[in-house]
T-cell receptor, first 115, second 110 residues
Framework: DSGVTQTPKHLITATGQRVTLRCSPR?????VYWYQQSLDQGLQFLIQ???????AKGNILERFSAQQFPDLHSELNLSSLELGDSALYFC??????????????FGSGTRLTVV | GQNIDQPTEMTATEGAIVQINCTYQ??????LFWYQQHAGEAPTFLSY????GLEEKGRFSSFLSRSKGYSYLLLKELQMKDSASYLC???????????FGTGTRLQVFP
């Protein structure tokens, strides 16, 4: 157990629907990062939150949104789902200044399948 | 922006040594990470370099040259379980976001 908890582990939904992925960071970590990994692809950075505020944005679609709550857990909302959104979604956390060795810890991911 | 390049695939023989290269361009460098990822699983931390030079940790070593924007991961005494994807990632100085390359899929054969 890495200390980063992602739920659900698997999600199957239909095109056009909306889903919410949840991430609880490791205790003491203030930053949360979301990544998308399509089949046989690299990890694409979506968005980062630090202590409740958006800190950096990657190639996140307008149909996707995220937030970090006061208890530091984060949710990634995916709407108007398309087949191409099927992927593994990973959450990672860090203290904030993730430069320390091993400073980024990944959750086990949510596998989203859009049918 | 950031750009990270690494070979797509490599093969090697059990017991051998393999070097996986990574080149990067970044506007604000705050360290380079190597992660191992087995298919369908989360990335796991292997190494971190922020200063030039070689970091050794057991069978794995990682090298960084900041002036050349270059790093490599060296895997010695390869085992079958080392068959996985190896991800090079750069941390951004201003935001701490971690940007990944596309990964190198390593296959180890007996």
């Amino acid at each position: 157990d890495s200390g980063v908890t992602q739920t659900p582990k698997h999600l199957i939904t239909a095109t056009g629907q909306r889903v919410t992925l949840r991430c609880s960071p490791r205790s003491g970590d203030l930053s949360v990062y979301w990544y998308q990994q399509s089949l046989d692809q690299g990890l694409q950075f979506l968005i980062q939150y630090y202590n409740g505020e958006e800190r950096a944005k990657g190639n996140i679609l307008e149909r996707f949104s995220a937030q970090q709550f006061p208890d530091l857990h984060s949710e990634l909302n995916l709407s108007s789902l398309e087949l191409g959104d099927s992927a593994l979604y990973f959450c990672a956390s860090s203290v904030g200044r993730g430069r320390e060795s091993g400073g980024y810890t990944f959750g086990s991911g949510t596998r989203l399948t859009v049918v | 922006g950031q750009n990270i390049d690494q070979p797509t695939e490599m093969t090697a023989t059990e017991g051998a040594i393999v070097q996986i290269n990574c080149t990067y361009q970044t506007s604000g460098f705050n360290g380079l990470f190597w992660y191992q990822q087995h298919a369908g699983e989360a990335p796991t931390f292997l190494s971190y370099n922020v200063l030039d030079g070689l970091e050794e940790k057991g069978r794995f070593s990682s090298f960084l040259s900041r002036s050349k924007g270059y790093s490599y991961l060296l895997l010695k005494e390869l085992q079958m379980k080392d068959s996985a994807s190896y991800l090079c990632a750069v941390s951004d100085y201003n935001t701490d976001k971690l940007i990944f390359g596309t990964g190198t899929r390593l296959q180890v054969f007996p």
